[in-house]
């Protein structure tokens, strides 16, 4: 029993050690990527091309003062920023990076990554409401309200993969790739869960929730130290966890992208790192290269377009599988 107890434990920091290291370095890459799409240098003092200055920026986060408003209501505002961090972090119990190479692989890890990425309102909702901010409330009710509208669009989406896999399992939803991976026949359906991520990450150009021009910085605005670090961390773990997802389903995870004997000795880690790395260079791309939306186009673009659009094909998808006898 105690074996096992270790084992597990030494799974857990075996995923989230190098998933902490993952979003110190890509800040590092954004900024880099960002400095280069603007004709400028980026970080470059600290350390070797600046390789050192995510490491600088989080010793110096965390030798900050942490400030905590008079009016707060301390235990939820301490709490929410935790909540945040964790719940970045448990949607990896599932996630697959090879065959086998899954810390839980139960039946229905689809819908625990949907059930975990929708838990997630509730630590921006109370860190805006604890605050007693009026900045900070405000951006929380955007981020709650964009979060959820969004997540009608992502669930219709991941019904129509379920549907041609007949599964809730995150490796079968991989494994039913290998004759084709779903990003040909749902091309329009990746682009439209990538849009959607964008907004349920509150990434630009949907950041309405941390808008500098009205709102200050959202949600965390009374934050510092510690608490924001956390946040910091919880959002950029969350892009990772979103770019994987698009990655399972749509790109086929760990497999090859052809069926060469050569493709087969390098190891699944190294393609699904790879098409990771595309999806996260998309998010760096979208904030470089897109302005901020309004408010009620936000809203418009996931009610009256998104939503139709993925209920649409949940509808053509269904009606094809049945029709032609194809289904799982």
Known sequence: ????????????????????????FLTLAERK?????????????????????????????????????????????????????LLSQVA???????????????????LYVFAISSLGVYGIITAGWSSNSKYGFLGSLRSAAQMVSYEVSIGLILITVLLCVGSLNLTDVVLAQQP???????????????????????RAPFDLPEAEAELVAGYNV?????????????????????????????????????????????????WLGLKLNLFLFFFIWVRAAFPRYRYDQLMRLGWKVFLPLSLAWVVLVSGILVGFDWLP
């Not at 029993?1 to 110190?24: D, H, N, Y």
């Not at 990896?92 to 689809?110: K, S, Y």
């Not at 608490?227 to 919880?234: H, I, K, N, S």
């Open 1 to 24: 029993m105690f074996l096992m107890v270790i084992e597990c434990v030494l799974k857990i920091l075996g995923i989230t050690v190098p998933l902490l290291l993952a979003v110190a």
């Open 33 to 85: 990527v960002m400095a280069s799409m603007q004709r400028r240098k980026g970080p470059n003092v600290v350390g070797i091309f600046g390789l050192f200055q995510p490491i600088a920026d989080g010793v110096k986060l965390m030798v900050k003062e942490p400030i905590l408003p008079s009016s707060a209501n301390t235990v939820i505002f301490l709490i929410a920023p935790v909540l945040t961090f």
């Open 92 to 110: 990896w119990a599932v996630i697959p990076f090879g065959e086998g190479a899954v810390l839980a692989d139960i039946h229905v890890g689809l």
């Open 180 to 202: 084709i991976w779903f990003c040909v026949p749902l091309f329009p359906l990746l682009v439209l869960f990538f849009i959607s991520c964008l907004a349920e990450t509150n």
């Open 222 to 270: 009374e934050y510092s130290a510690m608490g924001f670090t956390l946040f910091f961390l919880g959002e950029y773990a969350n892009i990772l966890v979103m770019s994987t997802l698009c990655t399972l389903f749509f790109l086929g995870g760990w497999l090859p992208p052809f069926d060469f004997v050569l493709f087969h000795w390098i190891p699944g880690v190294f």
